[in-house]
Each structure stands twice: as C-alpha cells, then as structure tokens.
C-alpha cells in the first residue's frame, strides 16, 4: 500500500518516465554527433565545457536540495575534493584509466560527503545549511594548508597529468569536450532512473514530510545518507572535469563559496526538482557573462572590463533570482514545459 501512495505521490511530482528519455536521447545525439563538426575552439574551451562541469555539478545538487529537500552551501568543497583525489589517484596508481580516476574522485568525495551528511540525521533547514558551510571552510582550509594533496607543489596551482582514453591523447578542446559529454550523459540517465525508481519516490516524500515518509515505510535516515553519498558523488565527478577538462589547474581558491552559490543559483533559476532544470540553469549561467560583456562593450565602450562585467553579473543574478523566487518559483524548467503545452495544444 505504501508503494502505492509514493507511486500517485510521485506522478504528482512529474517524476520523468521512460517516455521522457526521447527527448534527450535527440538532444545527445546533437550535442554528440553534430556540434563536434563545429570548428571553434572557443566554443569548446569556454562555453561547452564548463557547461557540462558546471550542469553535472547543479544535477548533484539538484538530487539533494531539489528532491530530497536537504539544503547544502558546500558544493564547491566536493567539487574541490573530487578534483584533487582524481589528481592523486591518476599520478600515484601509475597506469589508472581516466574513467577509473574519475571513479574515485567521485568515489571520495562521496565518502567526504556521508561523513559531512551525518549532521542531517539531526538538523534541517537553516542549521543544515549552516552545517554545510563548515565542509567548504574545513575542505578549503585542508588543501591549501597540507602539502602532500598538491604533490607538495609549493607554487599553490598544480597541473594534472596528461589526459589519455583507450590510447587516445585528450589533447584538443573538443575531445575534452566529448569526454565531458560522454561522463555526463551517463551519469544524467542515471539520475533520471534513479528519480522516476522507487527511490526518487522516496527522495520526494522525505522532502515533503520526515514523518510521513516513516509512515510510509521509508527509512528516512539511510535515504538522507544515501542522497547525501550520490549528490557528493556527481559533485565530486564534476569538479574532476571542471579541472581537467576545462581549467586544466587545479587550485583550492577555484573551489570557493562563491562557486558553492554558483551551482545553489543554477539550480534555482533552473528548477529545482528538475533534471532539466539543471542543465537550463546552467546554460543560463554560462552564457550570461558573454551577454553582459558583449553588451557592456557595445554600450559603455573599452571601460567595461572584466571586474565591472563581475559585479553587473552578481547584481543581474540577485535580481533574478529574486523575481523567480517570487514569480517562477519553479524556475525555467516550468516555463519550457508550460510553452511545450501549449505548442502541442495548438
């Protein structure tokens, strides 16, 4: 009977469907077979990729704040130890695949993020928030301060080793840019099965209401843990390809709490509850200092430089972010499924 009641419960959360594995499997396609004919550099190097880290990231976040409502301001901690452990797994297990390194980046910091999860057992809300802030301040503290993380690199900005797959060198942006898309697309069906399964089910009703999820059967204790370990896991991934693909440096001053509020804005303008969502809150992110300084150029001339682009951004996203949460409490995921209603309506 339980099963039952997270199932309607779940239909009324508009968990995906297998039906709704089309559409992306065409967006893949695109992104995989058509954009690669694409020769631009730029557009790999700066706009692509770090999309791809950066929609990762916000889907690990999404799992844990957006379905399971356990709200956390660390992030950028896991993304900082999925990028190192991935560093020194790769440099000290010679021979270790990539995808392998990549494993364990994910690996570890999911195992960081159990341990900093346990507080949710017990606190909720603004206190599991505020909890949170202690992974980022105690991860940051951690990689800069002992020495054997950066290969004792007294320079502070560490490279990492040579990117090879299956004997392929990963030396040019858009085959960096395909191994993003390849890990990310899979780890993406993942999440989708995992929230339209049993277990999103049960992600949703802990969200909604602790106790009844217990009523229900759920075990709420091991499924916050759970979340907690996946969430941290995607994080982890991310960061490894936000620093290797993307940066190619690999620094414990990439990984601050500005980057923690980063990926929290992406997945509120985006949608929380959404894989969708993450992915639009992204783009948005991404694109948004392009537009802003191509604008600020056209308007203001050679004096809008890169700092002033900054604090237009910070000022645009605040504002956003605010006129969502008041109007769009959904973010862009509703508005696009709202406009494909009404295109299938006409």
């Known amino acids: 009977m339980s099963s039952a009641i997270l199932e309607r419960q779940a239909n009324s959360q508009g968990l995906p469907g297998l039906k709704s594995f089309r559409g992306p499997f065409l967006v893949l396609l695109v992104f995989a077979v058509v954009i690669p004919q694409v020769h631009s550099d730029y557009l790999f190097d700066a706009i692509l990729t770090p999309f791809l880290a950066i929609s990762l990231a916000a889907l690990g976040l999404n799992l844990l704040t957006g379905y399971a409502g356990q709200v956390s301001l660390g992030s950028a901690a896991f993304m900082a130890v999925g990028a190192f452990a991935g560093y020194n797994f790769l440099l000290r ?46 991860v940051q503290w951690a990689l800069t301060n002992i020495s054997w993380f950066s290969n004792d690199d007294t320079s502070g900005v560490i490279s990492p080793p040579p990117l090879h797959l299956g004997g ?15 890990v990310v697309a899979v780890l993406t069906f993942l999440a989708m099965r995992l929230v339209s399964g049993q277990t999103g089910r049960a992600l949703i009703a802990v969200r ?44 414990p001053d990439g990984f601050d709490l500005d980057r923690s509020f980063q990926i929290l804005f992406v997945i509120i303008i985006g949608g929380l509850a959404s894989i969708r969502g993450a992915f639009l809150g992204a783009a948005f992110i991404v694109v948004l200092p392009l537009l802003l300084s191509r604008a600020g150029a056209i308007l203001l001339g050679p004096g809008f430089d890169s700092g ?39």
């Open 208 to 251: 909604d209401s602790e106790l009844g999820a217990r009523v229900l059967g759920v075990k709420v204790l091991r499924t916050k843990l759970f979340i907690f370990a996946v969430s941290s896991f995607y994080i982890g991934v991310a960061g490894a390809l936000w620093s290797f693909a993307y940066l190619r440096t690999i620094e």
């Open 93 to 138: 297990i010679p021979g270790l695949p990539l995808l392998a390194g990549l494993a364990f980046a994910g690996l570890t910091a999911a195992v960081i993020g159990i341990v900093f999860g346990l507080p949710s057992l017990r606190l909720r809300g603004f206190y599991l928030a505020v909890s949170t802030l202690a992974t980022q301040f105690f």
């Open 308 to 346: 002033l682009v900054d604090l237009v951004q910070k000022i645009f996203l605040g504002a956003l972010i605010i006129l969502f949460l008041r109007l769009e409490p959904a973010g862009l995921s509703a508005l696009v499924g709202r406009l494909r209603i009404r295109r299938n309506a006409t």
């Open 168 to 182: 392929f060198a990963l030396d040019s942006p858009v085959r960096r840019y395909l191994l993003c898309l390849g």
